[in-house]
């Protein structure tokens, strides 16, 4: 296991742009939009306390994501693997492959933007707004042959990851197969799969 992977710019977004409105308002010294502004950055000390807890690790597959370091790999070095788990962690139930957390019915699950933010985490940039609805992006666009020939670079590696994105909840055999090497299952189908 390697230390906790974390984005220096998570917990970022919504202050920044909570700011950005409040300065074009004309109210950023306002008592309430300061109040607010601490509000938004005690996000990252109230997230640093609740990782520093012990018991914050058990069970919980944020925790084996952001700290096992083939993990971070993939998802560091493939931004379509990255969106890949991003998905499959959307509207899914996971459980540890362990005999008593099986038998204690314990499930792991996450919200939309909350998987957004572990991938940034386990990227160790940016947001949960650069993964959050990344599955239902432009993914219909096509191109003829000629016009994909006039794409810049960026457009063409933007066209071609926005064909191997999947929609939340989808989960891909390769994603699939990881988190069982992880020692998670995907349930409901994985249930199968378990020998007890």
């Avoid at 370091?69 to 509207?91: F, P």
């Avoid at 993914?139 to 994909?148: A, L, S």
């Amino acid at each position: 296991m390697v230390k906790l992977s974390a984005s220096p710019q998570r917990n970022t977004f919504q202050r920044d742009n909570y700011i950005k409105r409040a300065t074009e308002a004309g109210t950023l010294d306002t008592p309430e939009t300061k109040s607010m502004i601490e509000y938004y950055d005690g996000f990252s000390d109230i997230k640093a306390e609740k990782e520093a807890d012990p018991a914050w690790k058990e069970n919980n597959m944020e925790h084996d994501l952001r700290s096992t370091a083939w993990m971070l790999e993939k998802v560091r070095g493939d931004d379509v693997y990255a969106q890949n788990l991003y998905a499959a962690l959307c509207n899914n139930d996971f459980q540890k492959n362990d005999f008593m957390l099986r038998l204690a019915d314990k499930i792991w699950h996450c919200s939309w933007r909350y998987a957004g933010g572990i991938i940034a985490d386990m990227q160790e940039k940016g947001d949960y707004i650069d993964w959050y609805c990344s599955g239902i992006r432009d993914t219909g666009i096509q191109y003829t042959p000629e016009e994909e020939a006039n794409l810049t670079p960026e457009q063409v590696l933007h066209y071609k990851n926005c064909q191997a994105y999947v929609g939340e909840s989808f989960v891909t055999d390769e994603i699939k197969a990881d988190l069982k090497k992880l020692g998670w299952w995907v349930l409901p189908e994985d249930i199968d799969d378990l020998h007890i």
